[in-house]
């Protein structure tokens, strides 16, 4: 089965915490994973893949095959990050299967 | 131009009329999708085109007709909708070759009356 699990629905820090935002997959081959963020009222956008191992507004995501991992991390969060994250998982037909999305809410 | 673009931004429409959405790009792109992503949950996949061609139906209703006249538009052919069907209709588009759903369009926010 092909899945994507984001197992809070909702994650609260304070500005200037370390963030961690937790996407587990479950796919066999290798997988192609991606997250996306939606700010309020805004379309959902491409944030960063793995493949491309970039560091995008501060975040990384690192692939942990071991763990079928694939957490969303910075170092220190800022009040502009408050939004829907959505990992992603490319499926073997092309498409993107969505885990149910975490909401960041970084506070003052 | 790496834009999706979706128009109109809202609908609202009876149970009985006939309504069409549509989606533009001209980034080359060769496969396009159509979403439907209800309040506070991810967008949930309906419709695949690649290379003009339905390639993927998601068991959508009959109601929701997709038409592909050209590799830069999608439509969605809306009819006898529902108010379940009430909802945000993304589009999206990516380079078939690449096959990562990169763009997306910001949406038409539909309501049925």
């Known amino acids: 089965a092909q899945r994507v699990t984001q197992p809070e629905k909702l994650l609260s820090v304070f500005k200037g915490a370390p963030v961690e935002l937790k996407c587990n997959y479950s796919?066999?081959?290798?997988?192609?994973l991606f997250w996306y963020v939606q700010y309020s009222r805004q379309r959902l956008q491409l944030l960063l893949r793995?493949?491309s191992r970039e560091s995008i507004k501060g975040f990384t995501a690192d692939l942990n095959k071991g763990e079928t991992s694939f957490h969303l991390k910075k170092p220190f969060a800022q009040e502009e990050d408050s939004a829907m994250y959505y990992c992603?998982?490319?499926?073997?037909?092309?498409?993107?299967?969505f885990g149910k999305g975490t909401k960041l809410s970084v506070k003052p | 131009d790496t834009e999706v673009t979706q128009t109109p931004k809202h609908l609202v429409m009876g149970m009985t009329n006939k309504k069409s959405l549509k989606c533009e790009q001209h980034?080359?792109?060769?496969?396009m999708y159509w979403y439907k992503q209800k309040a506070k949950k991810p967008p949930e996949l309906m419709f695949v085109?690649?290379?003009?061609?339905?390639?993927i139906n998601e068991s959508v209703p009959s109601r929701f007709s997709p038409e592909c006249p050209n590799s830069s538009l999608l439509n969605l052919h809306l009819h006898a909708l529902q108010p379940e069907d009430s909802a945000l209709y993304l589009c999206?588009?990516?380079?078939?070759?690449?096959?990562?759903?990169?763009?997306f369009g910001q949406g038409t926010r539909l309501t049925v009356v």
């Open positions: 999206a588009s990516s380079q078939d070759g690449d096959r990562e759903v990169a763009f």
């Open positions: 796919y066999s081959g290798s997988p192609e």
């Open positions: 793995h493949i």
């Open positions: 992603a998982l490319e499926g073997s037909q092309g498409n993107l299967i």
């Open positions: 980034m080359g792109h060769r496969a």
């Open positions: 085109y690649s290379y003009e061609k339905l390639s």
